[in-house]
């Protein structure tokens, strides 16, 4: 999925300027290539931003850039956090939210007058976070999204004769900020403890745009809420959820609601009627005490079973995090933790380890109590390793934990087992499930490649055949009820296949 700020900074661009996005999950380039590109293009400001983890490639390609005499400015969490370790490889930052900030650099850049930090601040020099009721209109109708096409491409020719041709994963902001403090989370620190949202009809509008841009290309768009707590104030979201009904704007979504917001039926209800099919929980623990320990006590537990069974009745399945290496975790967590999962509806669970972003309170504390055993652990990244040691656990305990459960949870047989839970779900929701699984498989085995996926499908291939042949049984089912309701309405008998 690409990233929503290209895109809004994209929108907050000054008039006169042109812009070129390049998104490095989608089309990864060397730093020489990158050079290479922004020197053939003519480009006369870059700007990159980047996550924690990303940030030693960001800063790799900001020096290469700068070492070719291209000017450079970053912005995101990370810089925010660290702007002295950012600035000797750019040459300005952008601290926090850059809504209102970006324009100033480019009109600064554009006369020769960077600056070396820029921070949102009202003309009183207080600091001043954006108002999302002006929101900027993104283009999405003529904006280039190819290179976020999530269909492989020996397989959209094919599949454009069902109205795949092009699948995009967009996503949309209806709001920012946290309160709740969770102690490993940049969000509240970063975007601040006040929420902000935007108006439904903007919100409305920029779903209604994307989904006659899908019409048009033959394809299909799903968004992804990135509203960190997407249901944090549950009237202001039914009343979302219900002008998209009411506009019928409906798309399919994903969005991240936590747990202790979705015992509201109705509000279930309206997710459901809006297009919502995936709600990411961020669980992170079935231990109160862990889940007391970093500040996430509103998560229950107790209540998980009764949520994901709201969810699943309006086929509706959720991706649910966890979080190994916890101060309360000993060995044998992962095991704990799926015995568990596998009487809940299925979902797509996703594991990793805890780990110290700076400027948390947990990168704090960890400090303060000296168990940082890789302080700068962005600077020499490496995914799924820890950065502390765990009170109760070896560090190389909490590796040997994740992998289990990347290991058992994406298994062909468990696999297998999940998808006989959904066995009587629609054939759209029992082929999207599918592919999500083989896909999230990915986050924890690489499998970039051809090679990587034939050996994915050939390992899954009797979940596959079943679930291919269970569609292929409904289809024939319902063509055959169709045939049966005109014969019996004395109509021409039409058989019309609608769903595969
Ligand atoms: C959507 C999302 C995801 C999605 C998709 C990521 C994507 N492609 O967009 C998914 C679910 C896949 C995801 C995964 C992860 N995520 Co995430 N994610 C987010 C989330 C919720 C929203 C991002 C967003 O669009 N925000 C709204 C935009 C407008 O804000 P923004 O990106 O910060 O941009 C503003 C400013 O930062 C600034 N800015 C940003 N870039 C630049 C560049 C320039 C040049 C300038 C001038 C300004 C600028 O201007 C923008 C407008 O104000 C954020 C939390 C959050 N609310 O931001 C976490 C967040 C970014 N994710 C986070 C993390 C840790 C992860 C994971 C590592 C989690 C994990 N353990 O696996 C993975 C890593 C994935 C990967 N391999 O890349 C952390 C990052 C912390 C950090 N210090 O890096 C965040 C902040 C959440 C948190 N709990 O702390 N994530
Ligand atoms: S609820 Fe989510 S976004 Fe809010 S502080 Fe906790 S982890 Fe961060």
Redesign the pocket.
């Given at each position: 999925?690409?990233?929503?700020?290209m895109f809004?900074?994209q929108a907050r661009t000054p008039p006169g300027h042109e812009v070129v996005l390049l998104d490095g999950n989608a089309k990864p380039m060397t730093d020489e290539e990158i050079v290479q590109f922004v020197k053939s293009e003519n480009i006369d400001l870059v700007?990159?931003?980047a996550?924690?983890?990303?940030i030693a490639r960001a800063y790799r390609a900001a020096d290469a850039l700068r070492a070719a005499g291209v000017p450079v400015?970053?912005?995101?969490?990370?810089v925010?956090?660290l702007p002295d370790e950012a600035l000797p490889h750019c040459d300005a930052v952008?601290l926090g939210?850059?809504?209102d900030t970006?324009p100033r650099?480019v009109n600064d850049a554009a006369h020769g007058q960077l600056k070396k930090v820029y921070k949102p601040t009202d003309p009183f020099g207080q600091e001043k976070k954006?108002d999302l009721g002006e929101y900027p209109k993104i283009p999405w109708e003529s904006i280039d999204l190819n290179q976020f096409n999530q269909i492989p491409k020996m397989l959209r020719s094919t599949l454009k004769r069902y109205g795949f041709g092009q699948f995009h994963l967009i996503?949309i902001?209806s709001g920012?900020g946290c309160p709740y403090g969770c102690e490993f989370?940049?969000?509240t620190g970063?975007?601040g403890d006040s929420i902000r949202f935007r108006s439904n009809e903007s919100v409305v509008d920029e779903m209604l745009r994307l989904k006659a841009r899908a019409k048009e290309n033959d394809g299909k768009v799903a968004i992804?809420f990135?509203d960190?707590n997407f249901a944090i104030n549950i009237k202001r979201t039914k009343s979302l959820l219900k002008s998209i009904i009411a506009a019928k704007a409906q798309l399919a979504w994903v969005g991240?609601i936590s747990a202790n917001l979705l015992k509201d039926e109705e509000l279930v209800d309206l997710i459901a009627e809006s297009g919502g099919k995936w709600v990411?929980i961020g669980m992170e623990s079935l231990d109160p005490v862990n889940l007391k320990d970093v500040n996430k006590s509103f998560n229950k537990p107790a209540d998980y079973h009764a949520v994901l069974d709201r969810l699943a009745k309006r086929n509706i399945y959720a991706i649910t995090s966890f979080i190994f290496g916890l101060d309360n975790d000993t060995p044998g967590v992962a095991e704990r933790t799926l015995s568990q999962i596998r009487d809940w509806p299925p979902g797509l669970p996703v594991f990793?380890q805890i780990?110290p972003?700076?400027s948390t309170p947990l990168y704090t504390r960890l400090e303060k109590e000296g168990r940082l055993t890789r302080p700068t652990h962005w600077l020499d990244f490496a995914p799924f390793r820890m950065a502390h040691t765990p009170l109760k656990m070896t560090v190389p305990e909490v590796h040997t934990e994740v992998q289990y459960a990347w290991t058992n949870t994406y298994s062909p047989q468990n696999t297998k087992r999940a998808m006989s839970k959904i066995v009587d779900a629609p054939a759209p929701y029992k082929i999207s499930h599918l592919v999500a699984r083989l896909c999230f498989r990915g986050i924890y085995f690489p499998q970039k490649g051809k090679m990587a996926w034939f050996k994915v499908l050939i390992e899954n291939r009797a979940v596959l055949y079943r679930v291919i042949a269970d569609c292929f049984t409904n289809w024939r089912g319902k063509v055959a009820d169709d045939v049966r309701l005109d014969f019996d309405a004395g109509a021409r008998v039409v058989a019309k296949p609608t769903v595969i």
């Open positions: 999925m690409p990233h929503l700020w809004l900074l700007g990159i931003g996550m924690t983890r990303m400015v970053m912005g995101g969490p990370h925010t956090e952008a939210e850059a809504d970006w650099m954006p996503p902001e920012r989370c940049t969000v970063f975007f992804f990135v960190d991240q990411f990793g780990t972003f700076p």
